[in-house]
């Protein structure tokens, strides 16, 4: 079982956050833990906003509680209603994701039973706001995300599975069932991406120059996650239209396995490319004199339909789906290949990322 960094942060920020609550002598030290449980997050911007979202709530979680114990004392009933109450206001001011966090801190007021009852309200939320703060120095200063380096390797390792899959669909060498499934977890590897792509871009930077270097990097993140969403439709269109593929002539399904062939290595090159592993005298483009252009593999299509039986223009029309989407990846590698000759070229000092072994 491998435990990641959040797992271990949480660990630490309840350890800290008890740790920070007994040395400041404050009773129930337990509701600080509970707090740090809930403000961990898993950006240093995201941990920021949360601990303006959640300080917002326990003062609205603390206004509620004392009102109504001071009301209705501290009955159960009055404990249930003080949530609900506290669970409108916070949907109303659009703090859902803290209502939790909330909650607990009029169960943690409302359970006082004392004269000095205040007093004890607002140490109990001292103690909550205490476990907050301690889980968001944990995340600024304990292991703190390398968001662009899990960026780059992630979107490494899904192409990589994506360039072995399609080599194998484009010779009708991979077993359907086994196709389909990887075709799903390349789906969520994707979606994966885009969440730290997010995050990458969620990070704060503190001077000009890093806000500008930060900005030309994202712009060829972004290409390179578009590039595999058109590895992965061409992946797909070859599986969905296999039995068409199988029945092409062979000089047409030489053509396009010998097309993918060369944009797949091409693919890879531009990886190695942009991480300073490829020769600075080669190119990512070798061999393109080798395959047709673009618009001479359109009228070689056009001439095998027109030379068709009826019966066979149904494949030719999803053949058109295929080649299309061959195309379109190959347009958007040629841009992704400009983006990195360009940030090369001008910002090559600025690119730090590494290709790990295991992501």
């Avoid at 077993?175 to 995050?199: C, G, N, P």
């Avoid at 390179?224 to 062979?250: C, F, G, Q, W």
Wanted: charged share 20%.
């Amino acid at each position: 079982m491998k435990l990641g960094a959040r797992i271990v942060k949480t660990g630490v920020a309840i350890v800290f956050a008890l740790f920070l609550a007994d040395l400041l002598n404050l009773p129930a030290p337990i509701f600080a833990g509970i707090a740090a449980i809930f403000a961990i997050q898993p950006s240093i911007y995201r941990s920021y906003l949360t601990i303006i979202e959640q300080i917002q709530s326990n003062l609205i979680g603390a206004g509620v509680a004392v009102i109504f114990a001071l009301i209705f004392g501290h009955q159960y009933v009055a404990v249930g209603l003080a949530c609900v109450i506290t669970i409108a206001i916070m949907l109303k001011l659009k703090l859902e994701k803290s209502i939790s966090l909330a909650l607990v801190t009029i169960i943690a007021i409302m359970e006082v039973q004392t004269d000095d009852f205040l007093t004890f309200a607002l140490i109990r939320f001292a103690t909550i706001v205490v476990g907050v703060l301690a889980a968001f120095v944990v995340n600024l200063l304990f292991m703190p995300p390398k968001y662009e380096t899990k960026l780059f390797n992630s979107i490494h390792v899904t192409q990589e599975e994506l360039i072995r899959w399609t080599r194998l669909a484009v010779r009708q060498a991979s077993e359907h069932t086994s196709t389909k499934q990887i075709l799903e977890k390349l789906r969520e590897r994707l979606i994966k991406v885009d969440q730290f792509y997010l995050f990458y871009q969620e990070e704060r930077s503190y001077f000009r120059r890093e806000k500008r270097a930060k900005a030309r990097k994202l712009v060829v993140y972004r290409q390179m996650i578009a590039v595999s969403n058109k590895s992965y439709d061409v992946l797909k269109r070859l599986h969905l239209h296999e039995n068409e593929l199988t029945h092409l002539p062979e000089q047409f399904r030489m053509m396009i396995q010998e097309r993918l062939d060369f944009l797949l290595t091409y693919h890879e090159q531009l990886h190695l490319k942009y991480t300073g592993k490829l020769k600075p005298d080669h190119s990512s483009g070798h061999g393109r004199e080798t395959i047709l252009p673009r618009h001479e593999v359109m009228e070689i299509f056009v001439r095998e339909i027109s030379n068709s039986s009826s019966e066979e223009n149904f494949s030719s029309y999803h053949l058109l789906h295929v080649l299309s989407s061959i195309l379109d990846y190959e347009e958007q590698l040629e841009h992704l290949d400009t983006l990195i000759v360009s940030h090369q070229n001008y910002h090559g000092d600025e690119i730090n990322v590494t290709l790990e072994e295991e992501f």
